[in-house]
């Protein structure tokens, strides 16, 4: 990296400002974001979330952070139970489905795994003894039904991360007749057992934990009582994290995260998605008809933060603009010219690479609060001098800005794969009625075939032809290519 870097700022949602990141330890970062209750395939809400936090791993790591990132599964609850019952089958065989699945969509996605991804079901004695701890200082207490509940009265900063004031939170609220909580807003940290449902034995009875306790303690294990991040989609905002924050801070009496980083929501067609909207796409439904890396290039071309939405067209608009950097690959490979894992690996040229003036730019955006919009911008000014350096035939200058565009596109996972594999993949079941790449070769044999005897109209039928089926023709000096429209 460039010895003059900016210092990395990060919109922080508790201060609500962007701030300097300054790690607890030098050079390292423990981060740790809200996985999945795994008891569905996920979906494109899960995908933003994923991919959005894998970015920021990728840029930790290339600035020269040593990250340590934990995101945790849920595979305890009232949907898990409650699926696995409908379904007939064990909540173990449920869960270890869907955490297959789960990883399949993410690698497809281009995502690293997290270092860690510890299990509700596997630190039932780490949340009973923080239940404990919050019980003994009166912050939590056993209610009449066998419940244990928080008392978000006895924490006087209840509120601060979704700028929630209790007090108006409370006359606001609908009184509960004959409840067994002292305050309607109190949470539960332990579920008395129920007939039929898994349960675990406690101080309080037999039971199973609530949802909010399960991060706390998890990432208080796998990280400390303090930690650099703590991340998950808006939606986790409140009440989710404002109760992880309450029950953790009371347990330890440190500061529970420094900072918190939340992914804005996707929205589909302009709503909420829902499944009773019948708006609501798993990522693999959606995988059927667009290339994963088309699906990253979607979500990391706005901002973590905004609100998005999806739509076919989106993700068409997404494809072309992926196309474009890879078309500008493939125009630099008819030079003969390349640029491989080894040459983006190589220390000196990643030098090179971020002190040039793309790089800089490039740096500049990424450490701007992860502005991947921004650092897309350099990507896409990099491939039209790639194009203009090819038409150049300016082999010297397409070899310094291919290197560039790949390495700067390596950083976010993007560009990696060969631009023919790319430009030609067939996507989810395509294949089965459209054309295959000899049916397409062998029509561009016979379109040269045509143009070489002169019959131009025959040549000029089967460029349309194959248009109409999603394949475009490129003609240059090093002869015809193809690719599909996404």
């Known amino acids: 990296m460039t010895n003059d870097m900016p210092a990395l700022y990060i919109y922080d949602s508790l201060t609500t400002q962007k701030r300097q990141f300054t790690p607890i330890e030098t050079g390292k970062v423990s981060m740790y974001v809200c996985g999945m209750t795994v008891y569905d395939y996920c ?8 991919v959005a936090f894998d970015m920021m791993v ?45 990883h399949e969509d993410a690698d497809a996605l281009g995502c690293m795994r997290p270092d860690v991804e510890p299990k509700a079901t596997e630190h039932i004695p780490q949340m009973q003894d923080m239940i404990e701890t919050l019980v003994a200082s009166n912050h939590a207490y056993a209610a009449e039904n066998g419940d244990v509940y928080y008392a978000v009265d006895s924490f006087a900063d209840y509120g601060k991360l979704s700028n929630r004031n209790l007090d108006d939170m409370q006359a606001g609220s609908r009184v509960e007749i004959d409840s ?6 109190d949470f539960v940290l332990w579920k008395a057992a129920k007939p039929n449902e898994p349960q675990w034995q406690s101080p309080w009875g037999n039971g199973r934990p609530g949802w909010h306790i399960e991060c706390s303690a998890m990432s208080i294990k796998c990280l400390g009582n303090t930690f650099d991040i703590h991340g998950g989609g808006h939606d986790l905002q409140f009440p989710h994290h404002e109760n992880e924050i309450a029950q953790s801070e009371a347990a330890t009496g440190c500061t529970y995260a420094n900072n918190w980083i939340h992914v804005g929501f996707i929205n589909v067609d302009g709503e909420k998605m829902s499944k009773s909207l019948g708006n609501f796409f798993t990522i693999r439904e959606v995988m059927q008809k667009f290339h994963p890396e088309t699906i990253r290039f979607f979500i990391l071309s706005s901002h973590y933060r905004s609100q998005v939405n ?21 125009s630099a490979e008819q030079l003969g010219i390349t640029c491989d894992v080894a040459d983006i690996a190589n220390t000196a040229i990643q030098q090179e690479v971020y002190d040039s003036e793309a790089g800089k730019a490039f740096i500049q955006a990424m450490n701007d609060d992860f502005n991947t919009v921004a650092a897309m911008s350099v990507l896409f000014n990099l491939a039209r001098q790639i194009n203009k350096a090819v038409k150049e035939e300016n082999k010297a200058q397409v070899t310094i800005l291919l290197q560039q565009l ?28 459209g054309l295959t790449d000899s049916d397409i070769e062998a029509l561009i044999a016979e379109r040269q075939e045509a143009k070489a005897n002169k019959e131009f109209a025959r040549a000029d039928e089967i460029r349309e032809a194959l248009k109409e089926q999603g394949i475009v023709l490129e003609d240059s000096r090093q002869g015809t290519t193809w690719r599909r429209e996404g």
Do not use: C
């Open 310 to 330: 999806f739509s076919d067209t989106a993700l068409h608009d997404a494809h072309a603009g992926l196309s474009r950097l890879y078309q500008a690959v493939k």
């Open 58 to 102: 990728r840029w930790f790591q290339q600035i020269g952070y040593d990250v340590t990132y934990i995101r945790n599964i849920t595979d305890i609850d009232d949907k898990i139970i409650a699926r696995a019952a409908e379904n007939g089958e064990s909540i173990g065989e449920l869960t270890n489905r869907f955490i297959t699945a789960m």
């Open 43 to 50: 979906h494109i809400g899960h995908a933003r979330v994923m």
């Open 180 to 185: 067994v909580k002292r305050n309607p807003f």
């Open 406 to 433: 790949k390495t700067l596109s390596a950083s976010l996972n993007l560009v990696q794969q060969s631009a023919q594999a790319f430009l030609q993949a067939v996507v989810g079941d395509e294949s089965q009625d």
